[in-house]
């Protein structure tokens, strides 16, 4: 073979690579396009809300996260995977929403957009904004897959719903700073299927009317946990201290 039979193998191969690199690029833009009654129902979502600096900034700047209203930018034709707080899997569903810090203020609706068309979200993450002492709505268990769940300091009041204690993927639960209250064995209820959770933040949520729950020592994964100002009572399990991954504790 001559060399320049061999230099138009390797030119054929180097072009050949690169016409099936770009159909790879191709595969993986189309695969990230977002459904279309996904990308519906988060613009309907939107719609319940407006956009305030107040209803954030403080909370963030003490933690030093950037506030900004995240939903301004999303816009009907666009590509909601592209949107800002919004994460996609590879075929286009939405697994993840973080919008904390994005000067939302507004009330959540039962019949939200939210509950009904994100089947594989995995992370909710709505703390540091401003929903006017709504309640959590008891939808949030249809979110099945989820396994973080924030919303620290975002307005909410009133019952913690029992049916959060269904998610039992969630290894993240953040409740803290809000009205919320849990009634007469709601600590145990909650707590009772969570058995994957590392990080559990209930501070300030009233559980007066419980005592400490024995079960707590199954929660076996747990690395923080945060009950400060909840006027939980009983007395506290010593066993708590020897679970094996416990880092930062608040009582």
Known sequence: MGLQQVWLSYNQLFNLFFFFLFLCQLTCLHAQLCTQDQTSALLQFKENFSFNKSSSQEYCDDFGITS????????????????????????????????????????????????????????????????????IPPEFTRFTELKRLNLSECGLSGK????????????????SN????????????????????RDLDLYSVNMSSSVVPKSLLNLTSLRTLWLGRSGLHGEFPSRIFHLPHLQNLGI
């Open 68 to 135: 900004f209203p995240k939903m301004e930018s999303w816009k009907k034709g666009s590509n909601c995977c592209s949107w800002a707080g919004v994460d996609c899997d590879g075929t286009g569903q939405v697994i993840g929403l973080d919008l904390s810090c994005s000067w939302l203020q507004g009330t959540f609706h039962l019949n939200s957009s939210l509950f009904l068309s994100f089947p594989r979200l995995q992370k909710l993450n709505l703390a540091y904004n401003d929903f006017f002492m709504s309640r």
């Open 178 to 197: 809000n009205a919320l209250r849990l009634e007469e064995g709601g600590f145990e209820l909650l707590i009772q299927n969570l058995s994957k959770l």
């Open 160 to 175: 913690v719903p029992p049916g959060i204690s269904f998610l039992n993927k969630l290894v993240s639960l953040d409740l």
